[in-house]
């Protein structure tokens, strides 16, 4: 199984087209812009809405669905929102198709026009909150936490696998709540939820922020993120939680009685993440041979390759390894015990290492003889030779370190490309050369950061929560500037 992957060095963003498709993790479907994700990818994606889902519950949430129509009349209700989704909407007109009568094929029929459009879910803030008008009548039924998972469309004319596609798989929460702070400790809290997965489970290290006026979402009063910093030095936003204030309650009418009895409308939040984690937990660990997968979400976190001439010679192995396969499962371990006879050894070498499978057991006639296994890692491609006694320990040793080893790596990475400067030739140079993080000051205008976006395509990724507060002057504008915020380009 060839790889002949083009190296990072060489084109990085043709690197990633390739191993995602050449990695078994999906690829082009035969609707424009929308992709197919293959059984591999779509366990990873399971598995990372798995641990999601057990963390979303930990904190209060339940899990519902709402429908993937939403009338045109609901998306105009609060006038920001409609803005930021317009241009990427797509509308269902018909409910009918018939045989065209010159024989041609199917055509919508025109008799069968809607009474009002649908809009395919760009994403469920007016079609939730119309619902949550009649779910909230008292101060009783609050907070009240859901969460969804869903796909949605947004119909993006650039696209790429898992980073921008045209429908992508999502969860969102919709949280409504008494009061103005329960609402901000919500929108806080599902960042810190979103940057503790991102970080334990996928090995991404990531800055968490607020968003600018201009980079929130369309509706929110304040967007909580968190940013992260991909191998070719350009950013990406892997999730969001949003503070809504009481724009959505107010459009949809969503009041609560108050202990005291007064009529009040309720506060809101949303927050997402989606299927754009899988760009970025390939982008941030993967090498010129393929996938490197953190253990923590690897569908086959270990599997065992059998060395062998003749059947006598597999049944020996298979009789030594059955027991381990056993052991290992039994701890929690995801294993398999590769003995196919229509593949040589080499090959499943090659295609266990351009998926990422973090450990590869490799056994034959001598490691029966000695008692021993031959244990090759993925991160570091290393292999030793370990005794068959040891080898359960070892191989729960070895996920461990790999785990840490794989995000320490990343966060060397990400935290040498974070550079400071302070003049607008120095930002554009940096930009240019080095890429990363930018950390500069910035005078808060939008005129500024459109300027600066215009003329070097870098965004204002966050303004990090944790900044020093430090006076300083404005790269562009020399007007006096607070702290520094940070800047990139992005995907």
């Known amino acids: 199984m060839g790889k002949n992957l083009t190296s990072r060095a060489e084109d990085y963003s043709k690197w990633y087209n390739e191993l995602v498709v050449k990695s078994d993790l999906a690829e082009n479907s035969g609707v424009r812009g929308c992709m197919v994700i293959k059984p591999y990818g779509y366990a990873i994606w399971e598995k990372m809405q798995a641990q999601l889902d057990k963390m979303f519950k930990e904190t209060g949430h339940e899990n519902a669905y709402f429908p993937l129509f939403i009338p045109k009349s609901y998306l105009s209700k609060e006038a920001s929102h409609v803005e930021g989704f ?30 009002e459009e649908l809009i395919v879910r760009p994403t469920s803030e007016t079609i939730i909150w119309d619902t949550y008008r009649k779910w909230i009548q008292s101060y009783r039924d609050l907070p009240l936490k859901i969460n969804q998972w869903a796909n949605v469309v947004r ?19 919709h949280t409504a709540h008494a009061t103005r702070e329960e609402a901000l400790e919500e929108a806080e809290l599902m960042m810190n939820v979103y940057a503790e997965f991102v970080e334990t489970y996928m090995g991404v290290p990531v800055i968490k922020g607020t968003k600018t006026e201009s980079e929130r979402f369309a509706g929110a009063e304040e967007t909580y993120c968190i940013e992260a910093l991909m191998q070719d030095g ?3 936003q892997a999730g969001t939680s949003h503070f809504l204030g009481q724009n959505f309650a107010k459009a949809f009418d969503v ?10 409308h309720v506060w809101a939040t949303s927050w997402g993440v989606s299927t754009r984690l899988m760009g970025a937990l390939v982008m ?17 976190q270990v599997v065992i390759v059998p060395i062998y001439k003749g059947m006598d010679q597999l049944d020996a192995i298979s009789e030594k390894v059955n027991p381990l396969v056993k052991e290992l499962r039994a701890k929690g371990i995801t294993v398999k015990f590769d003995d196919r006879d229509t593949h040589k050894p080499g090959f499943k070498f090659n295609e266990y290492e351009l998926k990422g499978v973090p450990v590869r057991l490799a056994v034959g006639q001598r490691d029966l003889a000695n008692g021993t296994f031959e244990v090759a890692r993925r991160d570091t491609l290393e292999k030793e030779t370990v005794a068959a006694d040891n080898i359960v320990d070892k191989i729960e040793a070895l996920l461990k370190e790999m785990q840490e080893n794989i995000f320490q790596k990343a966060l060397d990475y990400r935290d040498s ?7 607008y030739d120095e930002f554009k140079k940096v930009l240019e050369e080095k890429g990363g993080f930018v950390s500069a000051h910035w005078d808060g205008s939008m005129e500024t950061e459109d300027k600066i976006k215009e003329e070097t395509k870098a965004t204002i990724r966050c303004i990090p929560l944790n900044a020093k507060q430090e006076d300083g002057s404005c790269i562009v504008t020399g007007k006096p500037s607070s702290q520094r915020v940070l800047f990139a380009k992005a995907y």
């Open 86 to 115: 317009a241009k990427e909407c797509a509308v269902v007109t018909h409910y009918r198709l018939k045989n065209a009568e010159d024989g041609s094929g199917i055509v919508v029929d025109e008799d069968a026009k809607l009474e």
């Open 155 to 173: 119909w993006e004319m650039r696209t790429r696998l898992f980073l921008r596609t045209a429908e992508f798989l999502w969860q969102e929460g």
């Open 234 to 236: 350009k950013a990406l």
């Open 255 to 264: 009041k609560f009685a108050s202990k005291e009895g007064v009529q009040e």
């Open 284 to 300: 941030t660990h993967s090498d010129d041979n393929g996938l490197v997968l953190p253990p923590n979400l690897a569908p086959i």
């Open 417 to 423: 490309h974070i550079t400071e400067v302070d003049s």
